[in-house]
Nanobody
Framework: QVQLVESGGGVVQAGGSLRLSCAGSGRTFSRHAMGWFRQAPGKERVFVAAISWSGDSTYYADSVKGRFTISRDNAKSTVYLQMNSLKPEDTAVYYC???????????????WGQGTQVTVSS
């Protein structure tokens, strides 16, 4: 069992930066791949980024590639999403998730956080 709690969301102007954190509890956190997804109002939850359990492999949606960076610190049971050059279309609730494989499919993740709101104003 893994519990996940996101933090770091807020309101930022276009072009600005935010860093999201996702703190995990449970002894198996370091064995899980981690993903970030986002859901805008009225839209489906979509993949943003993922990282393998070791941190050696990372994956990004085309829409955030070059602007967002996913990383993890297994000693702190925390995964991060550094978001730079934010755009209004990045506005969404951001969720972290844990699973056994770093994948773009949300169905492959077993544990989810409650989400944190990110709002980018133009």
């Amino acid at each position: 069992q893994v519990q996940l709690v996101e933090s770091g969301g807020g309101v930022v102007q276009a072009g600005g930066s935010l860093r999201l954190s996702c703190a995990g509890s449970g002894r198996t956190f370091s064995r899980h791949a981690m993903g970030w997804f986002r859901q805008a109002p009225g839209k489906e939850r979509v993949f943003v980024a993922a990282i393998s359990w070791s941190g050696d492999s990372t994956y990004y949606a085309d829409s955030v590639k070059g602007r967002f960076t996913i990383s993890r610190d297994n000693a702190k049971s925390t995964v991060y999403l550094q978001m730079n050059s934010l755009k209004p279309e990045d506005t969404a609730v951001y969720y972290c998730a844990a699973g056994f494989m770093a994948t773009i499919s949300r169905r492959q993740y077993d544990y989810w956080g409650q989400g944190t709101q990110v709002t980018v104003s133009s």
